[in-house]
């Protein structure tokens, strides 16, 4: 048996050029881990609390409390502990219900190091040892970003995200190739319809591209993956995530740049107008984190017709997750590990969701790090779906590379193509 010799934490920086929490553990085998948390900007007020230090430096995002709260406050309880023991300890180690007082940042580094520690003092990949068999592991279908708005690209769009799925793709390399040529075809249109002046990378490799409308985006899109070759549905499908929460006042949800307040069931309606028109298979926050009656309509609307996924409304909370099942909301879940603080946490969830017939969509936050151990998370915990971005800048490209590495060294199937273009069900 090993246990936990020591904990080192530093102040690390985002792709945003924030500050953000990375540590190290090392076993006393001498196995070692090191993990870095991303942080995100669109993010849900229920989400467990990332500390940030106030004050002048870095705009106040400093996070030299959290990083002094490993070797402080987590160090002293880790110590000593089995890797299996570990993240017991933390969620012991700061009794409000999401870190408010270690800071969610501090507990997810160690939670992250000290699992990936336990991979190498088994010789295994972290995928591998999070699988916790032999069985071939499951490469996620990834959705990957083309346009990008809301809170990640200056508002350019009111929709945050316009992704693609690569629905027909037989393996995982192949949606990758699939995913950059929409991409890099959606570039290549924006510029000749005179957008040259804005054609900015946004905060996940998106084209951030001040468009009139929403639907002109969804447009630009199915272009896209037209001009790329692809059939829209049949081989490259279309996600979005709304993050609603983001253009909620005053109980109207806002479409600032079309300058219309919609109600839960108008907003409701328009997105079915729009997966009436387009092959939407996936569709993300469509209304606010509380709007739970509203949730409930969409459900009912939009549930029979495509995937569902509560990002902010289950903010990979088991709590939450557990209420949406019980009330009939949703009918997937998305998975980001700092909404929860605890890998064992973000674990949980996937359990949870399985049991109920909910799809997992695993994903990374718009404020990443070259880290790519969201990777090897998607492909333990066979989740069927993955979403990190575009398959631009390295931060998001180091989770894809990650996921090319493990189709060719692992034993993996991959989670497409998805018969009729559609999300499959999950299985364990
Ligand atoms: C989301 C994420 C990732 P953020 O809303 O799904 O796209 O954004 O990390 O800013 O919350
Ligand atoms: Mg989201």
């Not at 989400?47 to 490993?70: C, P």
């Not at 109980?251 to 997105?271: K, P």
């Amino acid at each position: 048996m090993t246990a936990v010799e020591k904990i080192q934490a530093w102040e690390a920086l985002d792709s945003r050029g924030r500050p953000t929490v990375a540590a190290r553990v090392v076993l006393d085998d001498g196995s070692e881990g090191v993990a870095t948390v991303p942080s995100g900007a669109s993010a849900g007020s229920h989400e467990a609390h990332e500390l940030r230090d106030g004050g002048s430096r870095y705009a106040g995002r400093g996070v030299r409390t959290a990083v002094a709260n490993i070797t402080a406050v987590l160090a002293p309880r880790v110590v000593g502990l089995e890797p299996a023991e570990v993240d017991a300890a933390l969620a012991a180690a700061d009794s409000s219900a999401s870190f408010t007082t270690v800071g969610a940042n501090a507990v997810l580094a160690v939670s992250l190091a000290v699992h990936r520690a336990a991979a190498a003092a088994h010789g295994r990949s972290l995928a591998r040892y999070l699988a916790g068999d032999d069985g071939p592991l499951l490469l996620p279908m990834p959705m990957v970003n083309i346009l990008s708005g809301g809170a990640h690209a200056g508002g350019a769009l009111d929709i945050q995200d316009f992704l693609a799925i690569p629905v027909g793709a037989a393996s995982f390399a192949e949606a990758i190739e699939w995913s950059g040529a929409v991409r890099d075809t959606a570039t290549r249109i924006a510029l000749a319809r005179g957008y040259g002046q804005a054609v900015l990378v946004a905060d996940e490799g998106g084209l951030g591209l001040p468009l009139e409308t929403n639907h002109a985006a969804l447009e630009l899109l199915i272009d896209a993956i037209e001009a790329a070759g692809y059939t829209p549905g049949a081989q490259v499908a279309i996600a979005i995530d709304v993050a609603a929460t983001q253009f909620l006042r005053d109980g109207r949800y806002r479409f600032a740049r079309e300058d219309r307040d919609l109600t839960s069931e108008q907003l409701v309606a328009e997105v079915g107008d729009w997966c009436d028109r387009f092959p939407i298979v996936s569709v993300e926050d469509v209304l606010a984190e509380d709007d739970w009656d509203g949730w409930r309509y969409a459900t009912e609307v939009l549930g029979p017709r495509v995937e569902l996924v509560g990002d902010d409304l289950f903010v990979t909370s088991p709590r939450l997750l557990g209420r949406g099942i019980g009330d009939g909301v949703a009918n997937s879940v998305l998975v980001k590990v700092n909404q929860n603080g605890l890998v064992s946490g973000a674990t949980d969830v996937i359990a949870l969701a399985r049991s109920a017939g909910y799809r997992t969509v695993v994903s990374a936050r718009s404020g990443e790090t070259e880290d790519s151990w969201l990777s090897d998370l998607s492909v333990g915990w066979r989740a069927g779906q993955i979403k990190v971005g575009s398959t631009h800048r390295s931060e998001r490209t180091a989770k894809w590379n990650r996921l090319l590495e493990l189709e060719a060294c692992e034993d993996t199937v991959f989670a497409g193509p998805w018969p009729d273009g559609r999300p499959v069900k999950e299985t364990a």
